[in-house]
């Protein structure tokens, strides 16, 4: 009965691999979006997406796409992975209201060798 | 300069006391969030405010929006309180993503 679900918790991986971490929500939320947290704890939006609008912070790498099959679902693929990828990636939801809180998943910690 | 500015950074305290920790942002925003990230890295939402207080048992959360400011409170504080406590702002107009502080370690000492 997870509210926010993420999978993997841990991907080692190596430098130039592409790889995906899956994020589904529960929660019949309409708005996901994926944070990244860098070794020095602090976090940062990558984006936000709800069924009309995928909106994307400027300064990820276009080697960072979303994908969403469906609207309890939304899929973080990275291409080409860099060093310093490496971090704790976190999934979240929130309802329609602009006054919603939101719900994390348990996050995935990404090292790239 | 960052948006949110949280303080202190490190906070170590005695099981009991009573802790305060500060958020100021610098933005026109819609709705500030506490945050809090246990060891394991779980990150639970505590509370969400656009004005007022709030209280939660052992927690209080405030928010002056005149002065750009809130303020977590926790009342005899216990070492299961040790955590990093994050604020968070939706600025105004930017969608419904977070901007965040860059949160402030809690350590509270039996």
Known sequence: ?113 | KNEVEQSPQNLTAQEGEFITINCSYSVGISALHWLQQHPGGGIVSLFMLSSGKKKHGRLIATINIQEKHSSLHITASHPRDSAVYICAVRVRGSARQLTFGSGTQLTVLP
């Open chain 1, 1 to 113: 009965d997870t509210a926010v679900s993420q999978t993997p918790k841990y991907l080692v991986t190596q430098m130039g691999n592409d790889k995906s971490i899956k994020c589904e929500q529960n929660l019949g939320h309409d708005t996901m979006y994926w944070y990244k947290q860098d070794s020095k704890k602090f976090l940062k939006i990558m984006f936000s997406y709800n069924n009309k609008e995928l909106i994307i912070n400027e300064t990820v790498p276009n080697r960072f796409s979303p994908k969403s099959p469906d609207k309890a679902h939304l899929n973080l693929h990275i291409n080409s992975l860099e060093l310093g990828d490496s971090a704790v990636y976190f999934c979240a939801s929130s309802g329609t209201s602009g006054y919603n809180e939101q719900f994390f998943g348990p996050g995935t910690r990404l090292t790239v060798l």
